[in-house]
């Protein structure tokens, strides 16, 4: 079978919620004869591809962030999700975490940076971790000669943004 169809199928896994068996009959309606199994490979195989791809096709980010973590049950267990948005409120990034601190706060930021590039001003709330997290990040921007450092606002208003979305999400039990 060729690679582009591969791709584009294991594409599709990847983009809607369909199960293995679905994605299976969906191909055979369209002359595609494939195993699930097979799927599994072709995802494990062609997922990585397909996120490189997606990622420099990516639009540029704002140069105006917010950030939050909140607290929520992943899998019965408790666990720190940090998010990242733009002004648009367009998620940037986004990591989960089984403790706030400082080395939690710099990893994300550090991911975040890497994939969307150096914003001016992260808004963010009066947690420690972050700010310790951005004055990391700060610093090793200044030690490989970058002129730009992030400028960072703290405001409890801007962030009720996440609050309001995770709410509900609090509440249920993902797993």
Same mark, same amino acid.
């Given at each position: ?42 995802? %494990?195989?062609?997922?990585? *591809?397909?996120?490189?791809? /997606?990622?420099? &096709?990516?639009?540029? #980010? +704002?140069? @105006? ?8 049950? %992943?899998?019965?267990?408790? *666990?720190?999700?940090?998010? /990242?948005?733009? &002004?648009?409120?367009? #998620? +940037?990034? @986004? ?81």
């Amino acid at each position: 079978m060729q690679t582009g169809r591969k791709t584009r199928t294991t594409s599709f896994y990847l983009r809607y919620t369909v199960s293995d068996r679905d994605l299976e009959e969906i191909m055979d309606e369209r002359g595609v004869q494939v195993d699930h199994a097979t799927l599994n490979r072709w995802v %494990v195989k062609y997922s990585s *591809m397909i996120a490189v791809s /997606a990622q420099s &096709k990516k639009r540029p #980010t +704002l140069s @105006f962030w917010r950030m939050d973590e909140t607290f929520l049950r %992943v899998r019965g267990k408790w *666990m720190y999700l940090y998010r /990242a948005v733009d &002004k648009a409120l367009n #998620t +940037l990034d @986004f990591m989960l975490s089984e403790r706030r601190n400082r080395p939690e706060a710099t990893s994300f930021f550090a991911k975040a940076l890497s994939s969307n590039g150096i914003p001016n001003k992260i808004v963010k709330d009066k947690s420690g971790a972050n700010a310790a997290g951005i004055r990391e990040v700060n610093r090793i921007l200044k030690r490989f000669g970058c002129p730009a450092k992030v400028q960072t606002i703290r405001s409890k208003y801007l962030t009720d943004v996440f609050d309001k979305n995770f709410f509900r999400c609090r509440t249920l039990s993902f797993g």
